[in-house]
């Protein structure tokens, strides 16, 4: 599925579509340049899926958890600074992405062969407009 977004307004809404197209996904791999858009893209899919907590950018610490009113973790990775595999499974990264609470991760091409299988790839693309296309990845 390919959406045009115009403004930040419209990010609600894709957001709500992005998670009825994949209802039973919980790992979500979020491809695009620097400053594409992909966390402000994961803090309104993390709003949208009740955190309380303030989302932002994992960039220095790899993880972040947030807490919904229901008292469900959310998690948001960012793999930027990530040299080795070896960090990745330092942190236990398979307790969080078969946890069954929902996983974001930011420069996943980074760890892909550490990806479960049907992971949803989400790609944002463009510079005014951003075009946000997601697929299932079947690894």
């Known amino acids: 599925m390919n959406i045009t977004c115009h403004s930040l307004s419209e990010l609600p809404s894709i957001a709500r579509k992005l998670l009825d197209a994949y209802p039973d996904a919980r790992v979500f791999a979020f491809y695009g340049k620097m400053g594409a858009g992909k966390t402000t893209f994961i803090k309104v899919l993390c709003h949208q899926l009740g955190a309380t907590d303030i989302v932002q950018s994992p960039s ?77 990845l079947i690894g």
């Not at 609470?101 to 407009?129: A, R, T």
């Open 60 to 136: 220095f610490t790899i993880i972040n958890e947030y807490k919904t009113k229901d008292g469900d973790s959310l998690f948001h990775f960012d793999f930027y600074r990530i040299r080795k595999l070896e960090e990745v499974m330092d942190i236990g990264y398979e307790e969080y992405f078969f946890s069954g609470n929902f996983c974001f991760i930011e420069w996943p091409e980074k760890i892909e062969q550490l990806l479960p299988k049907n992971v949803v790839k989400v790609s944002i693309n463009g510079d005014k407009e951003r075009i946000i296309e997601f697929d299932t």
